[in-house]
């Protein structure tokens, strides 16, 4: 058995380093312990094949919080971002094409290409979408006030809480409960005539996502996904220089910087638990570890169903994390390209340098019920027939992540559930998923497959058993009303505490969510330095 630390993080995905970030800034001894052997969880740049440096899963960079950039003084450890711009382009099967700019009079040109009224309302649009996430932004680096077991501390919360929200206005308050409970498709069709300008816009509601357009909840979703000031702009989103594992990195170097041991190629077998409070961890190994805090950055399932055994928990507790909801529905594709795609409605100048669509988020989704008929396909416990795609080429911006004159394609796939109603997850069903990717950017960049040198296909299993995300899921939980805010992971432990003392929460099944934010990571540091003093 080992030197005692002061505490011990379970996990090395961006928010476990970001509280031992924190913490060693707090004067703690902090030990970092990595099931793999490289940091960052889902927030990680692997080299599958030599000479590509891949962004594996999480591929932009908008949500994380520009204080937690700034305090842990990420740009020293090599934090680099390259705004996004164009921002999105949408290419359609009639041949016609959009680009969404950081520039609004860009942007509203572009709209009045296809509806006139919808061009004249997209500057209040983005006005009232800004308004909601600036209040939404308020409550991020926050704990949310508990609604069981209610303390006085907790009354005023929700009172202060009650207050700003008044802030809203009658009118805010509405659009605000609306975009809550909302589809996408709901909120859009209030807003835009034209299917194509709701087709690209409601792609930021689905992504990531069990549900549809028409799916309530998944307007918040795309709230979500407005939020951030990373790249700049709130909602910008960006690429990192050296990949999305460059973020990891950066943190994991800020920590050590204050003394924090990070290790790899140490998983966590259980938590060490006596008379209700945790005292350390045992490695797969068998080796050890003590110390006076334990600090999972595992999602809620693999944390209380794996890591603490059965017997340290009530029923009531081990049924509401048992029930917590973490299906993923998504494939993440990698390729590596000898070229670039060339998109017929909007042909390459040139074979080699990379055009306006390649700047941008690309997408495959020609319609509002192109993106239902996937869904419903997942629903029936099947693979979409016709995915929906989002498409990114990094090396577009960074000339670091690839040999010269080559590049990397992310692609984002939708929807491929976790649990398939006939078949399971092997290299053939994740073959013939790829391959329907494939075909459906062909249809619009017909040079697709002459381009391919490697391809990469990472399915909702392989998330859970390669990158510890139980379900596939990218959130660590679905992002629904129900389980979001005081009752992210369970009504009456959304505070990063657990009911075993001593061992507290910190990755994205926690307040607030999902995203390469950092913030769950920064509140469960407050909340423990709290505790200690």
């Known amino acids: 058995m080992n030197h005692p630390s002061d505490v011990l993080i379970v996990g090395g995905g961006h928010n476990g380093l970001v509280t031992a970030g924190y913490l060693a800034r707090a004067g703690l001894k902090v030990t970092v312990l990595e099931r793999r052997s490289l940091l960052g969880g889902a927030c990680v740049t692997e080299e599958p094949w030599p000479g590509y440096k891949v962004s594996s899963l999480s591929y932009l960079c908008s949500l994380l919080q520009p204080r937690i950039i700034e305090e842990l003084e990420l740009k020293n450890f090599g934090y680099h971002i390259y705004p996004k711009d164009p921002s999105f382009f949408t290419a359609f099967p009639d041949g016609r094409h959009i680009f969404f700019w950081q520039d609004m009079k860009k942007t509203v040109a572009e ?41 006085l501390s ?151 169903l794996k890591l603490v055994e059965k017997q340290h928990l009530e029923d009531d507790f081990h049924s509401s994390i048992d029930n917590f909801r973490v299906e993923g529905c998504s494939v993440k594709i990698n390729l590596a ?79 491929a559930p976790y649990s398939l109603k006939d078949g399971f997850w092997d290299q053939a069903t994740k073959d013939e998923f790829a391959d329907r990717c494939i075909n459906a950017l062909a249809e619009y960049a017909p040079n697709i497959k002459n381009i391919i040198l490697h391809r990469q296909v990472i399915s909702p299993f392989d998330m859970e058993v390669e990158y510890g995300l139980t379900g596939g899921n ?22 990063y505490r657990t009911p075993i003392r001593g061992l507290y929460l910190c990755g994205s099944g926690t307040h607030p969510g999902g995203g390469v934010m ?14 200690l003093k």
């Open 111 to 151: 709209i009045a290409k296809f509806s006139r009224r919808d061009s004249e309302h997209y500057a209040q649009y983005e006005e009232e979408l800004a308004h909601l996430a600036e209040w939404v932004e308020s409550i991020l680096l926050e704990t949310p006030p508990n609604i069981v077991q209610r303390r």
């Open 154 to 304: 907790d009354l005023a919360k929700l009172g202060k809480l009650g207050l700003r929200a008044l802030k809203l206005g009658d009118d805010g308050l509405v659009r605000m409960v609306k975009i809550m409970t909302q589809s996408v498709r709901d909120f859009l069709d209030e807003r835009f005539e034209s299917d194509e300008i709701k087709t690209t816009l409601a792609t930021d509601g689905v992504i990531g996502t069990n549900g549809g357009p028409a799916t309530p909840g998944t307007a918040y979703i795309l709230l979500h996904h407005v939020m951030g000031g990373a790249a700049g702009p709130r909602g910008l989103w960006g690429f990192i220089r050296g990949g999305m594992g460059a973020i990891s990195v950066a943190l994991a170097r800020s920590a050590e910087a204050k003394g924090a041991v990070i290790r790899t190629n140490a998983e966590v077998d259980r938590v060490l638990i006596k008379d209700g409070a945790a005292y350390g961890v045992v490695l797969a190994s068998g080796e050890e570890i003590r110390a006076k805090v334990v600090v999972s950055n595992a999602d809620p399932k693999r944390t209380f």
């Open 337 to 415: 390209l000898d070229g670039l795609p060339n998109f017929t409605a909007f042909p390459n100048s040139s074979e080699r340098e990379p055009g306006l669509p390649h700047l941008t988020t690309m997408h495959v989704c020609p319609s509002m019920d192109y993106i239902d008929r996937a869904w419903e396909d997942a629903k029936q416990g099947k693979m979409s027939e016709r995915p929906m795609l989002e498409c990114t080429i990094p090396t577009a911006y960074d000339d670091s992540i690839a040999p010269p004159g080559k590049h990397i394609m992310c692609i984002f796939a939708q929807y």
């Open 474 to 495: 990218i959130f660590h939980g679905e992002m629904d009303l129900d389980q979001l805010f005081f009752m992210r992971p369970a009504a009456g432990w959304a505070q």
């Open 518 to 531: 950092g913030a769950p990571g920064f509140n469960a540091a407050r909340e423990i330095l709290k505790d």
